[in-house]
């Protein structure tokens, strides 16, 4: 998506909420509404469409939509159109904001007026011409002057129907005269290469008396060259314009030369402007983000400092931690913070360190992580990232059921409608109810590793914190699995990509009840009903008074918070994860001893796999978890029996039958899931065993040989792969520029804090410096990190505008952002050294 310029990379991304319009004109007929969608659109390009909304002249959106821009751009454009079952869509107006004007709306809601759509104003793509202005003498002996006038090629005209078959009409036009000439038409193609010359005679006045090569003032003031393009359309309505450029003789100067890129500029056929709010209008939030990425040593005294946050101590002194501090809202910080921390595999125990930090700082187990604090949005950020697949494939299936179902679920006796049955919606209500809890607490082998190592960590500071309370190691962790993550997607799954859209307002109130229940189950509070302020909700609630839900959370939150990392075994007691008879291949631990099979009583523990004779006794075998190297299905040939599955360890293999495929995929999904980090996990395997003295897959003889198969074990797609580090560090150098100001406040913080005390000064109060020396030192180095990038960004729009040339491809004439850089550059060069 990046655009390289120079050895620096330039990324463009867009975050948009759509919200709502209001004050559409009516629908000219007696039923007077309308049904509108709104488009996004980078120039003409339609990116993004809304859904529809029926009968409304105000419909409410509430839609969001984020992309990477992965080209240059004029306009962002939005345009509200009417749908019509039985004609083409009509526009009924537009918002186009200029590219260099997107900072002055920067994340603030603001209502934009509708603009008429016209398809004189509807224009995009750029132009290369090339004009030469030469003497001749005529046979007369008159001397004249023509004007070739090259066109040489377009790029990125809109397509307009699905087509796009350009040609350029070029005129010469003054106060007495207009003639046009046309290029041939380019089919199917809006990069279209004409490279036509047309030649244009301008006449001289007898008084010809100038030097030879120079063309009279009055005369090039009065003309200029235009030049249209069109896309030759097969419709009725004719052709349909693309642009135009016009072109002043007198920019030819003395050379008479003149070779440029043009942008297409909308043609002013006086069209009658349109009062404010004649239209109507569209309340949007845009944050458009460009980010300029210097190659990675550039970064190298920043990033370093940042990766040793989760080290230092305390780790509120940390280069992190103090981004978080110094930013508007924390969640500007978590988003680059977490992506870098993915990227180079330290997420877990930075957020362990802060999550500890946090919870030491809690005295009350019923308010932990109740607050937006850095902790609890880098959490939040993680668990979108890593867990998008986790909740397509546990929740995805049953809302899309739900959104396409509609059964009536209201269960408020106030908004119930004349044809529902209250006990019916109830009914119904319970069954989606249950059905996602079930979905969910039976999901724990799905829930992503990083996330399970997270929980862990969570699990095991809130216990050593709150060791009165049995219970704060569960909702330390449901306070995000369900609170954060299962319950917001419930809600709004748009914002999660579950559903493209926004559900109807009839869905959403189904979504909001169920979201309601789920997360109210799990909480795990003492009195349940008591959550609720709606009695219709609290009665509703007696349907999941049973202990069976509470053990189901308890067991999934265990699960899921169980970690295979090397000191795992400092949870006192083992947590059973699976348990049933199976029938296993002698190991032949003994070099002649038989290798049959056997039923066998099997017990999966977060610290160990083992089987016993039977129930109750005592292990035959016990494999500690970090040992397991890999556990995948064994091909039905080896042995000739089917649902068998093998557990790779350092020296041999164990070969397991299941009862049926159902528990086969079980075990596997458990085993893999626990042995998930461990150290020694295999990449390749054999598929068949190991017998008569070579493998059946590969026939290697060897029995050690490495596995001729990849591992199907592991989380579906790798999320550090779609993270940039060094694009994420320029985001964070960004905002450490922008709140430069409060960096040095809580400089100065440090130093009061130091040296006085006396009661905090009120400035300083929001800062939380638990280590002033500690604190200032990063900082130091920090601010001397930013400003080194900031000297480095300088120079470089410094060197580019040197060497940029107005009318070059990259910024035609008609650019107004370079035009305003350009500005800046003349004014800021005054003050430069």
């Given at each position: 998506m990046a655009v390289e310029e120079e050895g620096l990379r330039v990324f463009q991304s867009v975050k948009i909420k759509i919200g709502e319009a209001k004050n559409i004109p009516p629908y000219p007929g007696p039923n007077k509404m309308r049904d509108c969608y709104c488009t996004v659109n980078l120039d003409q390009e339609e990116v993004f469409r809304t859904k529809t909304l029926e009968k409304s002249l105000c419909p409410f959106y509430g839609e969001d939509f984020y992309c990477e821009i992965p080209r240059s751009f004029r306009h962002l454009s939005f345009y509200i159109f009417d749908r019509d079952v039985f004609r083409r869509d009509s526009s009924i107006g537009k918002v186009a904001v200029k590219k260099e004007d997107l900072q002055k709306y920067h994340g603030k809601d603001h209502w934009f007026p509708l603009q008429p759509v016209c398809a004189d104003s509807e224009v995009q793509g750029k132009v290369h011409l090339e004009l030469r202005l030469s003497e001749l003498i005529t046979d007369s002996g008159v001397v004249c002057h023509k004007l070739a006038t090259r066109v040489l090629e377009c790029q990125d005209l809109p397509i307009v129907n699905n087509q796009c078959d350009p040609y350029a009409v070029v005129s010469l036009f003054g106060p007495s005269r207009s003639e046009a000439k046309k290029t041939k038409v380019k089919r199917k193609n809006n990069n279209p290469q004409f490279d036509e010359v047309f030649f244009f005679e301008v006449t001289k006045p007898p008084s010809y008396t100038k030097r030879q090569f120079d063309v009279e003032e009055d005369d090039v003031d009065k003309l200029g060259l235009k030049v249209d393009l069109w896309n030759a359309s097969n419709l009725k309505f004719g052709d349909e314009f693309l642009g135009e450029v016009r072109v002043p003789l007198k920019m030819m100067g003395q050379s008479g030369v003149h070779d440029a890129w043009y942008f297409l500029q909308p043609r002013n056929n006086g069209n009658k402007s349109v009062k404010a709010d004649e239209l109507g209008s569209l309340r949007l939030n845009i944050i458009y983000t460009e980010d300029h990425v210097f190659p990675t040593e550039h970064y190298n005294p920043l990033r370093d400092l940042l990766l040793q946050s989760a080290h230092l101590q305390p780790v509120s002194a940390s280069a992190a931690h103090i981004l978080g501090e110094v930013c508007r809202e924390k969640q500007e910080a978590a988003v680059p913070l977490v992506r870098l921390f993915l990227h180079y595999g330290k997420i877990v125990p930075f957020l362990s360190a802060i999550a500890h930090a946090e919870i030491?700082?809690?005295?009350?187990?019923?308010?932990?992580?109740?607050?937006?604090?850095?902790?609890?949005?880098?959490?939040?950020?993680?668990?979108?990232l890593a867990g998008m697949h986790y909740l397509r494939v546990t929740l995805k299936p049953i809302i899309d059921e739900i959104c396409t179902d509609h059964?009536?679920?209201?269960?408020?006796?106030?908004?119930?409608?004349?044809s529902e049955n209250l006990d019916t919606n109830r009914e119904n209500l319970h069954q989606y109810v249950d059905r996602i809890f079930n979905v969910i607490t039976s999901s724990g082998v799905s829930c992503p590793t990083v996330m399970c190592d997270i929980f862990f960590s969570l699990r095991e500071s809130a216990a050593s914190r709150f060791q009165v309370d049995p219970d704060v190691r569960y909702t330390a962790v449901s306070s995000f699995i369900f609170l954060r993550f299962f319950a917001p997607a419930i809600l709004s799954p748009n914002l999660f990509h579950l559903r493209p859209h926004h559900p109807d307002p009839y869905t959403s109130r189904t979504l909001t009840l169920i979201s309601k229940t789920i997360q109210t189950l799990g909480s795990?509070?003492?009195?349940?009903?008591?959550?609720?302020?709606?009695?219709?909700?609290?009665?509703?609630?007696?349907?999941?008074?049973?202990?069976?839900?509470?053990?189901?959370?308890?067991?999934?939150?265990?699960?899921?918070?169980?970690?295979?990392?090397?000191?795992?075994?400092?949870?006192?007691?083992?947590?059973?994860?699976?348990?049933?008879?199976?029938?296993?291949?002698?190991?032949?631990?003994?070099?002649?001893?038989?290798?049959?099979?056997?039923k066998r009583w099997f017990r999966l523990t977060n610290h160990e796999f083992t089987y016993h004779k039977t129930k109750g006794e005592g292990p035959l075998c016990s494999i500690p978890i970090e040992n397991i190297m890999a556990v995948e299905r064994l091909e039905e040939e080896s042995f000739k029996m089917k649902n068998m599955f093998q557990v790779i360890q350092p020296e041999r293999a164990l070969y397991i039958q299941a009862n049926n495929c159902v528990e086969a995929r079980d075990w596997i999904d458990i085993l893999t899931k626990v042995s998930q980090c461990n150290r020694k996990r295999l990449s390749t395997y054999h598929p068949s065993a190991f017998l008569n003295g070579h493998w059946l897959c590969c026939k290697l003889c060897a029995d050690t040989a490495p596995g001729c198969t990849p591992c199907t074990g592991g989380l579906p797609a790798n999320i550090q792969l779609?993270?940039?580090?060094?694009?994420?560090?320029?985001?964070?150098?960004?905002?450490?520029?922008?709140?430069?100001?409060?960096?040095?406040?809580?400089?100065?913080?440090?130093?009061?804090?130091?040296?006085?005390?006396?009661?905090?000064?009120?400035?300083?109060s929001t800062f939380v410096i638990d280590d002033p020396q500690e604190t200032y030192k990063t900082l130091r180095l920090v601010i001397s990190a930013v400003q080194t990038l900031e000297q480095q960004h300088m120079q470089y729009k410094r060197d580019k505008f040197r060497k940029t040339k107005y009318g070059s491809q990259e910024h035609p004439i008609g650019d107004k952002s370079f035009q305003c850089y350009s500005r800046q550059q003349s004014e800021s060069s005054t003050y430069s050294i």
């Open positions: 030491s700082r809690t005295q009350d187990p019923n308010t932990i992580f109740r607050g937006n604090s850095l902790t609890s949005k880098c959490i939040d950020e993680t668990m979108k059964k009536p679920c209201e269960i408020d006796p106030v908004k119930l409608k004349e795990l509070a003492k009195s349940k009903s008591a959550n609720f302020k709606e009695s219709y909700m609290a009665a509703f609630y007696d349907f999941f008074n049973e202990q069976k839900y509470a053990d189901a959370v308890k067991n999934f939150l265990d699960l899921i918070s169980s970690s295979a990392r090397w000191d795992q075994k400092s949870i006192e007691t083992p947590i059973m994860l699976k348990e049933g008879f199976m029938i296993k291949r002698a190991q032949g631990r003994n070099r002649f001893g038989l290798k049959n099979f056997k779609d993270v940039d580090g060094d694009r994420e560090t320029e985001r964070i150098f960004s905002l450490y520029s922008t709140y430069m100001t409060k960096l040095v406040k809580m400089q100065e913080a440090c130093g009061s804090k130091s040296v006085y005390d006396g009661p905090e000064q009120e400035e300083y």
